[in-house]
């Protein structure tokens, strides 16, 4: 006989962790559903970057079983007429502001519902305006986690009515042979995540990337195809080409930012 596990909510914002917001979510979150399972996915999306957030969120989310929550919090409009949502996509749900943090889900097409956040029985009774992580994102998660069904949150939507934003890319212009994208995001070890997927590069080619600040970096395996100092780049686990500097920051040594062009070439 197997014993069922506990639900799974993931939560994901930019509130860092110097404050008590993270905090105040959990204890919302286990006041309505003592035996949830919480899981910090991160709280270090650079503040309101609602791109970087939907960037991660939907590479992220393939790791989780089926049945998890995931409270999604970058929300520069909160407050405002924005919509609070929770969609049902691929067995998981995920509530979050409707601002387009949600748009990698929306782009995979495989919504079986969406619905808004207005049912008063399932948000906290007082509402801060600038905290609907805390007031309205994580009681309605934590009644999910207790069984509460989808539909009972609020009025089902159509998601083609939902925001979408326009997720990071990367163009060719002649066939493949060289590309040309952005970095994203710059992440924890000074790493830069660029948006060059290396599924789009012919693995039978040897490849060149190039930023304004290091013209030519040959994609290498791993961090040990590199001297120490040395720049190089590779495939992160991700998926997308990263640029790093082995035992080192290569944001601050390239000067390189969120923004800055970024090729690919063979």
């Not at 080619?205 to 013209?215: G, H, L, N, P």
């Not at 992160?236 to 080409?241: A, E, K, L, T, Y």
Request: charged content about 20%.
């Amino acid at each position: 006989m197997h014993t069922a596990l506990p639900p799974v909510i993931v939560l994901m914002t930019d509130f860092g962790l110097t404050d008590t917001f993270v905090g105040q979510m959990k204890g919302v979150i286990l006041s309505r559903a003592p035996s949830v399972q919480i899981i910090d996915l991160t709280h270090a999306i650079t503040a309101q970057n609602i791109v970087q957030g939907a960037f991660l969120l939907g590479k992220s989310a393939q790791f989780f079983p089926e049945g998890t929550i995931f409270v999604a919090v970058v929300d520069p409009g909160v407050g405002t007429s924005r919509k609070a949502i929770a969609v049902e996509c691929g067995g998981k749900t995920f509530l979050a502001p409707d601002n387009g943090l949600l748009t990698a889900f929306f782009q995979a097409g495989e919504i079986t519902r969406c619905v808004t956040l207005t049912n008063e029985r399932y948000l906290l009774p007082t509402r801060s305006s600038t905290f609907h992580g805390r007031d309205v994102f994580s009681p309605a998660a934590a009644s999910l986690a207790s069984g509460v069904a989808l539909e009972m949150l609020g009025k089902e939507i159509d998601p083609a009515e939902c925001t979408k934003i326009a997720l990071p890319t990367c163009q060719t212009k002649d066939k493949g042979r060289s590309w040309k994208g952005t970095i994203i995001y710059t992440d924890h070890f000074g790493n830069l995540v660029t948006s060059l997927d290396s599924e789009l590069l012919d693995r039978s080619r040897k490849w060149i990337v190039s930023t304004e600040s290091c013209k030519e970096l040959p994609l290498s395996l791993t961090y040990g195809d590199a001297l120490d100092q040395q720049p190089l780049a590779y495939t992160g686990s991700n998926g997308m080409i990263e640029i790093a500097i082995r035992n080192g920051n290569a944001a601050q040594a390239l000067r390189l930012k969120e923004g800055d062009q970024v090729s690919a070439t063979c």
